[in-house]
């Protein structure tokens, strides 16, 4: 079943079991593994090259560029528990601003890391995530949502921002990283604004009038570890608690910028000269006899949103290498409609396929976008509708970014998926098409 018939009927049942089995609730790695072995048998070389190479290779791959980012940030946010930092960071944040200033303090956080292009800031961001939620009594599930849809906007649409999306668009197009910012600027407002309304007007609401709040994930018990809470005089006071959460965002900025070091080295780096400095910091209040516990934590329980988004990506992998995927593409790039109409279509659909925003960008850039520039769109209004349109649909139920994220809260698809529907889909690419209005408008 190679053909591209036969392939789009393999692509349909594998994600049909994948998202049934998991909505029931079973572990994304075996429902992922299921999915994979169906889908084997649409690629060209038979099941044992889709499922031994394509898949396996796929996975790897993304194990072997992400293990050392995945386990520093592991560690990190280990020793930051350990120290007590985080109780110190939520109980301030709430104490002075109030429970309702609790997601706008995450959405700031995740957009600064979103913008100097942290790519492990799902571990960083859910040590802010745990302390706000249990200081002001609200399910992980909203910190999760606002997390996922405050993300993409900065480190995908916002202009500026030294991340691998932006500076492929930019060497594609000819192009700079402030390439069409009005309506980048534009589109992130958009969707930061649909997303904190959703989040307070609907989902916190909602919480609060059924009477659920805040529960602690089997993921931050075992971070936490047996027994290992601080005692109220060993925690540090704010400023101790916020310089090393302020030194990663601001070192992989820096390293970035300031010294051109590639964004997985800076971040790597950064985190470990955090986590060292808030051994030191918290010294004196006996953090050091709980480093070897704390590391232990980390890596443990980092190696299960890794392993999990590793056999994601695997999947994703066996989809873009069927002779459907090629199919829809090549329709999509001969369609007799607007350029910047091409661009966001072509870019959402590769992007949903696959479920990978940088697979959909890849696509586009080689593609779409220089067949929408040949016809006359402007370069810089192309460079930044391709990273807002790889946003839309990437975020199906095998997206390697929303496992990761939910994995490191300890939330399942069960848990959270359809909130995240709401926007990471629709947020997003309502965005988008303001975006692609704008440009054509202008453009």
Same mark, same amino acid.
């Given at each position: 079943?190679?053909?591209?018939?036969?392939?789009?009927?393999?692509?349909?049942?594998?994600?049909?079991?994948?998202?049934?089995?998991?909505?029931?609730?079973?572990?994304?790695?075996?429902?992922?593994?299921?999915?994979?072995?169906?889908?084997?048998?649409?690629?060209?070389?038979?099941?044992?090259?889709?499922?031994?190479?394509?898949?396996?290779? @796929?996975?790897?791959? &993304? $194990?072997?560029? %992400? !293990?050392?980012?995945? +386990?520093?940030?592991?560690?990190?946010?280990? #020793?930051?528990?350990?120290?007590?930092?985080?109780?110190?960071?939520?109980?301030?944040?709430?104490?002075?601003?109030?429970?309702?200033?609790?997601?706008?303090?995450?959405?700031?956080?995740?957009?600064?890391?979103?913008?100097?292009?942290?790519?492990?800031?799902?571990?960083?961001?859910?040590?802010?995530?745990?302390?706000?939620?249990?200081?002001?009594?609200?399910?992980?599930?909203?910190?999760?949502?606002?997390?996922?849809?405050?993300?993409?906007?900065?480190?995908?649409?916002?202009?500026?921002?030294?991340?691998?999306?932006?500076?492929?668009?930019?060497?594609?197009? @000819?192009?700079?990283? &402030? $390439?069409?910012? %009005? !309506?980048?600027?534009? +589109?992130?407002?958009?969707?930061?604004?649909? #997303?904190?309304?959703?989040?307070?007007?609907?989902?916190?609401?909602?919480?609060?009038?059924?009477?659920?709040?805040?529960?602690?994930?089997?993921?931050?018990?075992?971070?936490?570890?047996?027994?290992?809470?601080?005692?109220?005089?060993?925690?540090?006071?704010?400023?101790?608690?916020?310089?090393?959460?302020?030194?990663?965002?601001?070192?992989?900025?820096?390293?970035?910028?300031?010294?051109?070091?590639?964004?997985?080295?800076?971040?790597?780096?950064?985190?470990?000269?955090?986590?060292?400095?808030?051994?030191?910091?918290?010294?004196?209040?006996?953090?050091?006899?709980?480093?070897?516990?704390?590391?232990?934590?980390?890596?443990?329980?980092?190696?299960?949103?890794?392993?999990?988004?590793? #056999?994601?990506?695997?999947?994703?992998?066996?989809?873009?290498?069927?002779?459907?995927?090629?199919?829809?593409?090549?329709?999509?790039?001969?369609?007799?409609?607007?350029?910047?109409?091409?661009?966001?279509?072509?870019?959402?659909?590769?992007?949903?396929?696959?479920?990978?925003?940088?697979?959909?960008?890849?696509?586009?850039?080689?593609?779409?976008?220089?067949?929408?520039?040949?016809?006359?769109?402007?370069?810089?209004?192309?460079?930044?509708?391709?990273?807002?349109?790889?946003?839309?649909?990437?975020?199906?139920?095998?997206?390697?970014?929303?496992?990761?994220?939910?994995?490191?809260?300890?939330?399942?698809?069960?848990?959270?998926?359809?909130?995240?529907?709401?926007?990471?889909?629709?947020?997003?690419?309502?965005?988008?098409?303001?975006?692609?209005?704008?440009?054509?408008?202008?453009?």
């Amino acid at each position: 079943m190679t053909t591209a018939t036969g392939s789009a009927i393999l692509i349909v049942i594998a994600f049909a079991v994948l998202v049934f089995l998991v909505m029931k609730g079973v572990n994304l790695l075996a429902a992922a593994l299921a999915a994979g072995a169906i889908l084997s048998f649409g690629v060209d070389g038979g099941w044992i090259n889709g499922f031994f190479q394509i898949f396996s290779q @796929g996975a790897g791959g &993304y $194990a072997a560029n %992400l !293990i050392v980012p995945f +386990m520093s940030g592991g560690i990190f946010g280990a #020793v930051m528990i350990a120290s007590g930092s985080d109780v110190v960071i939520g109980r301030t944040i709430i104490g002075k601003f109030g429970t309702g200033f609790a997601v706008y303090s995450l959405a700031i956080f995740v957009a600064l890391m979103g913008f100097c292009g942290i790519n492990s800031w799902p571990f960083l961001a859910a040590i802010l995530a745990f302390s706000l939620m249990r200081a002001c009594d609200l399910p992980l599930q909203v910190a999760c949502v606002t997390m996922v849809g405050i993300n993409s906007a900065f480190s995908f649409i916002f202009p500026g921002s030294p991340t691998m999306p932006n500076l492929i668009a930019a060497q594609a197009f @000819g192009t700079n990283i &402030y $390439a069409g910012a %009005l !309506i980048g600027v534009i +589109m992130c407002a958009v969707q930061c604004i649909l #997303v904190l309304l959703y989040v307070n007007k609907s989902l916190i609401r909602g919480y609060r009038k059924k009477g659920i709040g805040y529960t602690p994930t089997a993921m931050e018990n075992s971070l936490r570890g047996e027994g290992s809470e601080v005692k109220e005089e060993e925690l540090p006071s704010f400023i101790v608690a916020m310089i090393p959460m302020a030194l990663v965002v601001i070192l992989a900025f820096v390293f970035q910028i300031g010294l051109n070091i590639d964004s997985t080295t800076s971040c790597v780096v950064a985190q470990i000269i955090s986590s060292v400095l808030c051994v030191i910091l918290n010294a004196k209040r006996g953090l050091v006899k709980k480093i070897p516990q704390a590391v232990s934590n980390g890596c443990i329980q980092t190696s299960w949103p890794l392993l999990a988004t590793c #056999v994601i990506v695997g999947f994703s992998s066996l989809i873009s290498s069927t002779a459907f995927y090629t199919m829809v593409m090549n329709f999509v790039s001969t369609m007799n409609i607007s350029p910047y109409l091409l661009v966001v279509v072509g870019t959402a659909i590769a992007s949903a396929i696959g479920a990978d925003p940088m697979g959909g960008i890849s696509m586009s850039v080689s593609t779409f976008g220089q067949t929408a520039i040949a016809a006359g769109a402007n370069p810089g209004l192309v460079h930044r509708l391709t990273l807002a349109s790889a946003t839309t649909f990437d975020s199906m139920p095998h997206s390697g970014n929303l496992n990761v994220t939910m994995g490191f809260l300890g939330l399942s698809h069960k848990d959270v998926y359809r909130q995240i529907v709401v926007v990471q889909i629709g947020a997003t690419s309502a965005a988008t098409l303001v975006g692609m209005v704008i440009a054509m408008i202008i453009g």
